[in-house]
């Protein structure tokens, strides 16, 4: 956004409370965020700028023999709060699905065996089983992502309908964004992380 002429802050915080941010009004953006109807009643969406992954995690000495939904009723599954999977999975009341801050208690709770599943973005996911080796030096061998996965979504960026500036800070980022695709930059950061 420094193209654009935007001097940006970034804050880290649980998904949840980033969601209830950008809803309210308090944050102007909430970054990585997918598209869905629900989000368009406080929400606009910038253009996409990466995919990624939704997937089930689970320990390695468990069997789950089938991802279908009418098959994962009698599993404890673990969602990030405020977090969209699939619309299929997110409207599927009948699943045994229990709220979690974030990836990193989501895979703590998988760990020692109080879930039985977590739906997680497999990059994020990932990474934070690597910074959770240091506390719990097997966790790498125990929990393994399965395939298929559960969703491939778009990343945009959700700009806060509330904000003053909405929608020029749509158009700019938009901007910004097809700039840095023409200038070839924005595949060398895709390539680079």
Not at 107 to 131: F, G
Request: overall charge negative; charged content about 25%; hydrophobic content about 40%.
């Amino acid at each position: 956004m420094s193209s654009q002429g935007y001097d940006t802050e970034l804050t880290i915080m649980p998904w949840a409370r980033a969601v209830r941010s950008v809803k309210d009004g308090e944050c102007d953006a909430l970054a990585d965020a997918f598209y869905t109807k629900d989000r368009t009643q406080w929400a606009r969406f910038s253009a996409p700028y990466g995919e990624v992954n939704t997937v089930f995690f689970k320990r390695t000495d468990r069997e789950i023999p089938s991802l279908l939904m009418q098959d994962l009723k009698d599993y404890r599954i673990g969602i990030i709060r405020g977090a969209a999977a699939s619309p299929a999975f997110d409207s599927d009341t009948s699943l045994n699905k229990h709220q979690v801050r974030d990836i990193k208690q989501g895979l703590t709770m998988l760990y020692a065996d109080r879930l039985d599943l977590l739906v997680a973005e497999d990059i994020p996911a990932l990474y934070q089983i690597q910074q959770l080796s240091l506390q719990y030096p097997n966790i790498d061998n125990e929990i393994q992502a399965i395939e298929p996965f559960l969703a491939n979504n778009e990343r945009h960026l959700a700009i806060s309908k509330q904000s003053e500036n909405g929608l020029t800070i749509l158009r700019d980022f938009n901007r910004g964004l097809i700039q840095l695709i023409k200038s070839g930059k924005y595949k060398k950061l895709l390539d680079e992380y």
